[in-house]
């Protein structure tokens, strides 16, 4: 079962910050990673597939890259609407691991 | 638009099987995986398995023998049961689906269903 293990588990940021979340895999995964965007009482929402492409619609100062074991979410100039909890999710060989998470929060 | 609801008994029994759908609108369930996705309150995201249109599952291993994931075709819906429940049980159940026919991340999901475990 491929683990993934995401780093900070929370992250104190400023508006214009630029942030930037890792994600480990315990095991090569190509580029089989997403990532999601969630909001209190919300679902989650997809922001970035197979490592780096942007999904539809989200903003360009979204940007992902890896491949293998090693993946990062970067945030260009931080805004208000991106304070939220950020999940990575492997999905190679057929199963769906998600990453413990991590909470970005206003500095 | 693809539309996902869940829908269900919010408030189960230990021991009990939790039993919850997932309704389909806007699309057909044909040719895609639907996953279960759950959140214990205040925690992080579980994916609890697939199943695909072609009948095919996958279950997390932790989950495996206790969950089942079935179609209904002409009522559009995906199910979900989980046997012998306990309070650890308690979450946010989501059904998700890929943006795509492939295995890809969820660029569809419901709105949840929060079902809690007590007696």
Same mark, same amino acid.
């Given at each position: 079962?491929? %683990? ?9 940021? $400023? ?26 009482? #919300? ?17 360009? #100062?979204?940007?992902? $890259? ?22 990575? %999710?492997?999905?190679? &060989? ?9 909470? &970005?929060?206003?500095? | 638009?693809?539309?996902? %609801? ?5 408030? &189960? ?10 309704? &389909?609108?806007?699309? @057909?369930? $044909? ?7 759950? %959140? ?21 291993? $932790?989950? #495996?023998?206790?969950?089942?994931? @079935? ?49």
């Amino acid at each position: 079962d491929i %683990q993934m293990t995401q780093s900070p588990s929370t992250l104190s940021a $400023s508006v214009g910050d630029r942030v930037t979340i890792t994600c480990r895999a315990s095991q090569s995964i190509s580029s089989w990673l997403a990532w999601y965007q969630q909001k209190p009482g #919300r679902a989650p929402k997809l922001l970035v597939y197979k490592a780096s492409d942007l999904e539809s619609g989200v903003p360009s #100062r979204f940007s992902g $890259s890896g491949s293998g074991t090693e993946f990062t979410l970067t945030i260009n100039s931080l805004q208000p609407d991106d304070f939220a909890t950020y999940y990575c %999710q492997q999905y190679n &060989v057929y199963s769906g691991t998600f990453g413990q998470g991590t909470k &970005v929060e206003i500095k | 638009q693809v539309q996902l %609801q869940e829908s269900g008994p919010r408030l &189960v029994k230990p021991s009990e099987t939790l039993s919850l759908s997932c309704t &389909v609108s806007g699309g @057909s369930i $044909s040719g895609y995986f639907w996953s279960w996705i759950r %959140q214990p309150p205040g925690k992080g995201l579980e994916w609890i398995g697939y199943i695909h249109s072609d009948g095919s599952t996958k279950y997390s291993p $932790s989950l #495996r023998s206790r969950v089942t994931i @079935s179609l209904d075709t002409s009522k559009n819906q995906v199910s979900l049961t989980l046997s012998s429940v306990t309070a650890a049980d308690t979450a946010l159940y989501y059904c998700a689906r890929p943006n795509t026919s492939g295995w890809s991340g969820f660029g569809y999901w419901g709105q949840g269903a929060l079902v809690t475990v007590s007696s």
